[in-house]
């Protein structure tokens, strides 16, 4: 059976979705703080998960993220910028262990811009899309639709903030609401599912 994901203007009409305010959003900076980030991500079985990267605007420019890698627990959210020294091997550990699930929307070209940059495989990842796929909704759900099918609640992603500069040494707090909150809503999703 075919089903239809809500289009946004049904979704707009739900409740909102309570998302992690910015008290709950850190973003590491220090070795310590990616090590103890990496320790907790790691113990928590199953995590949100998603990247940004700053657009690209020029017909054939290619993209040189992630700028920015999410990754959500159920009452908080890491940010980890690529700028950051001490960012790259707590990341790599993460993003290739098997001991927590990544899950989130759309995540093929999350999994490209990653090896493409730092030449791994990411492990352990679910794709929320694959299990719609198996209700019969189309090729891609997203989030939001998601969010509104799965939780009854409305989901909004600003396309201002989407196509910000996620490249920036210091993060907006729109932009680090954003980005906790996307992957935020694939957790609540996972969980609900």
Excluded at 58 to 71: K, T
Excluded at 93 to 102: F, P, T, Y
Excluded at 157 to 166: E, F, G
Aim: with cysteine; net charge positive; proline share 6%.
């Amino acid at each position: 059976m075919k089903n239809t994901a809500p289009t946004k203007a049904q979704t707009a009409l739900l409740p909102p979705m309570q998302g992690l305010a910015l008290d709950r959003i850190f973003v590491p900076a220090t070795s310590a703080e990616f090590a103890a980030a990496t320790a907790e991500i790691l113990a928590a079985g199953a995590v949100g998960f998603d990247t940004e990267a700053k657009p690209t605007f020029a017909p054939g420019e290619v993209s040189d993220g992630p700028h920015v890698v999410q990754f959500a627990l159920p009452n908080k959210a890491y940010l980890f910028q690529m700028h950051r020294p001490d960012c790259r091997p707590c990341l790599l550990e993460i993003l290739q262990s098997d001991a927590v699930r990544k899950v989130g929307f759309g995540l093929e070209q999350d999994r490209g811009q990653i090896h493409a940059k730092f030449g791994v495989t990411m492990r352990a990842v679910l794709d929320l899309n694959a299990i719609f796929r198996e209700d019969g909704y189309g090729t891609s759900m997203g989030v939001r639709a998601a969010v509104g099918v799965v939780l009854r609640q409305r989901f909004h992603k600003s396309k201002k903030t989407t196509t910000s500069n996620w490249a920036v040494a210091q993060l907006t707090p729109t932009q680090m609401l954003y980005a906790a909150n996307d992957a935020y809503a694939a957790l609540k999703v996972f969980q609900a599912l």
